[in-house]
């Protein structure tokens, strides 16, 4: 693809099945009901000129360009706001409407510097193209009169500038804002000729406003006046490439434009089916960390921890590699040997590295960071559903009419789908958000929810069965749906047990701190309200009744028919880009690819006749099992491909205990992470940027991964996991993705249909792609349950092993914010610290007074794991007794204080609920002290030695 | 005892503790069903050596099913995969 912007209709496609025939310029056309007469003429080859339109947000009428003349109607209507209708008769070019549009054209130029030549948006100007297009030679007002030319750039926020000198006002950053992103940050201030855009206040610049940087603004700016940095650094981009996005579960597609092997700019791809054309500050700005100073880019080997890494050539790493995996096979046989794969790496990354620990190590010791996350979202769903993938696409929410968010923070984690959620809300769809925090979606501008829930950490499963009491006892469920598609029996069991007045609102108000008529109405209104559709994130997950929530969330939302049709369903919010894919490629131990079970001997032997080998029968280990048995000495050798378990993972004493036991850890990741300190092997990574391959969001779509440069570090992911394995013994000649996409579509069903070249033709596709479903599978159940009938299951609350106490009597929980992701290793490395450069705890003020903090104050933060130490941020967005921090930064390390506990089905982790205290501090915990003393060390490089290669 | 042992006694008695509502026979066979189809075997190991009485009577008597060398059938969807061919289940994470 050469460089040229999208295309743009001018105003939003029309879904109406009504089709509606006129005549443009003498063209009979043919468009949908509702389509404007702008849409109309550009969908039909007719470009009409045009400045306060674009094909994202409502027609606005303002800028007065895109005059028409039509048969038979007074004047000169503009033809973004005037929608089609049957026989119309449209002319977009006569004299007229030229005299028109070049004298509205002078009025904007008047105001507006001729400074075209070097300015930034010169040949990718709107203002400089429609100029063009209505002919303008002259300005006849002269350029002396009142004008804004001498303005101030606003340079604050660290990826775009502000130059209100070159505003023509034409407010499509203010509906952007509005209308796009949601969050009502910019604002027309001032009347007539003093009409400028604002972010906020007088005295606030775009970075001490509300402005979340989603870039929204940017994208609709028509001119220079609100521009990336990159842009005017770099130049206009040579042409665009299309990729999906790195961060976050959504799976944001955007263009990668370039200069040569420079990225000029993400910006977001309005053909994206996840996205539909919207970022957030992530995907569209932090990619510098792809060029940061920290990447490492050789690789680097060292017999013990306590040594400096010393570079060496790939051969010698490999060499040295092969060497300690073949030599501890040797001695301890395969079931010492493992690895983790990458939730931020492909698909086909994801499947070479499990391939690897079957074929080539010859165990199952494979496992990937699902098992800290949504590992309870798989147990849970596939018990009542018989396939546990979320149930709809995002596409689905425009049709909500309620919507229930339990333990997620859209606006946060996953903003752009919080924006087209917000948007259905803003229509008039109810919110009920069940979360302890006040959340954002509990109220911001706009937006309100119906009932907020403020449940007590832990009490998930309490709550849900306290819901599902009223649905029951109230007879608001969907008995028409239970008989078709459920089995009637269990749902009778299930209904005995939720009725019983254990499990009323009343009974349990005592533990979950909701009042009990806050859960009445909460459930009438998700019972009774329209479609209901749940969302719902590690907050139901991370727990260790994590599975049996998950549970209770299908149980409601069958007993409510709210399966099996656009606008319901039960959505889990997944946390990378690429979990749901690294769990498709089998790696989870006890699974092969396709989900199924590595005792089974056909499925077994389907991969050892591919792969030339005989697999190890029986489930491996999970990452905590693995930490456990390395302490023990019968696990001596892991490879880690992109996750950073020393941070991420619970308990980070433990983990560090586990990993320094091992005899060999080889991290192969973008930088010395902090896993890393306690690896003998360094294996450079590349980013998203450099390779080719898929990724796989939340919505089950299967998405191209286009490398845009060179990688770095010389080599694409999976080529250095094929160099490993080779180096260990295997023969491995895959030469490009394609060829490992055509092995899974070959050995897995779910993915029979898939190819490289179909996905290029397609764009993307949601599986099961394979013969009954040729063209994938947007929503799921739709004439029934996956596995025949629904399951209803009893999931009695069983209170959390961590209690509060005279010791530790405040509950931490733990999330995300919006401008880091998960361990911070990219964003951390961007500008984005700039709005959060370390991670802080949230205190209600009643709590902080007693400990007598106030914002800003240091504090120990200790549980009967460890201590850490961070400053406070007094807040009534927790509630009382309840505190609440990020981990996104390693001088934290959040995860020193949280737990072992896990979910009882999956073991992931219980980072939702740890015991504390939170008392004064002077200074870094005894273990950071320690900790950052090792990261020192453990980082250090003799570069003396040179390459051999 | 090592705390991997400890580890793993909480984990057959979480697992025990969610499939009680079950009643105490099914419950054993679904804890059973849970280790034999997840647990890897030198988990497996571990707890069949280890002292039973610490573990609750469902977790106690799922495991000494197991260690006689039987497994049970599928107790929960959670435990049915896909075979060979099939397509219908998935266990996403």
Known sequence: MGFERQKDFGTPESQSAEQVTLTIDGREVTVPAGTSVMRAAAETGGDIPKLCATDNMKAFGSCRLCLVEIEGARGTPASCTTPVMPGMVVKTQTPRLEKLRRGVMELYISDHPLDCLTCSANNDCELQEQAANVGLRDVRYGYEGDNHLALPTDHSNPYFDFDPSKCIVCSRCVRACDEVQGTFALTIDGRGFASMVSAGQDEDNFLASECVSCGACVQACPTATLQEKSVKAIGRPEKAVVTTCAYCGVGCTFRAEMRGEQLVRMVPWKDGKANRGHSCVKGRFAYGYANHKDRITRPMIRDSIDQPWREVSWEEALGYTAGKINDIKARHGARALGGITSSRCTNEETYLVQKLVRSVFGANNVDTCARVCHSPTGYGLKTTFGTSAGTQDFDSVMDADVIMVIGANPTDAHPVFASRMKRRLRQGAKLIVIDPRRIDLVRSPHIEAAHHLPLQPGTNVAVMTSLAHVIVTEKLYDEKFIRERCDWDEFDDWARFVSLERNSPEFLEAVTCVPAQTVREAARLYATGGNGAIYYGLGVTEHSQGSSTVMTIANLAMATGNIGRPGVGVNPLRGQNNVQGACDMGSFPHELPGYRHIHDAETRSVFEKDWGVTLDTEPGLRIPNMLDAAVDGSFRAIYIQGEDILQSDPNTRHVAAGLEAMELVIVHDLFLNETANYAHVFLPGSTFLEKNGTFTNAERRIQPVRKVMEPANGYEDWQVTQMLANAVGANWNYTHPSQIIEEIARLTPSFAGLSWERLNEIGSVQWPVNEKFPQGSPVMHVEGFASGKGKFVVTEYVPTDEKTGPRYPLLLTTGRILSQYNVGAQTRRTDNVVWHDEDVLEMHPTDAENRGFKTGDWAKLASRTGETTLRVLVTDRVAPGVVYTTFHHPSTQANVVTTDFSDWATNCPEYKVTAVQVMPSNGPSEWQEDYADLAERSRRIDTAMEPAE | ?93
């Open chain 2, 1 to 93: 005892m090592s705390s991997t042992v400890e580890t793993l006694r909480r984990m057959a008695g979480d697992i025990a503790r969610n499939f009680a509502a079950m009643g105490h026979e099914k419950a054993v066979l679904a804890t059973a069903d849970h280790i034999y189809q997840f647990w890897d075997p030198r988990m497996k190991a571990a707890i069949f050596a280890d002292d039973h009485s610490h573990l609750s009577p469902i977790a106690r008597d799922a495991i000494e099913y197991l260690q006689t060398g039987s497994h049970p059938a599928s107790q929960t969807r959670a435990t049915e995969f896909n075979s060979v061919d099939e397509v219908g289940h998935s266990d996403a994470g």
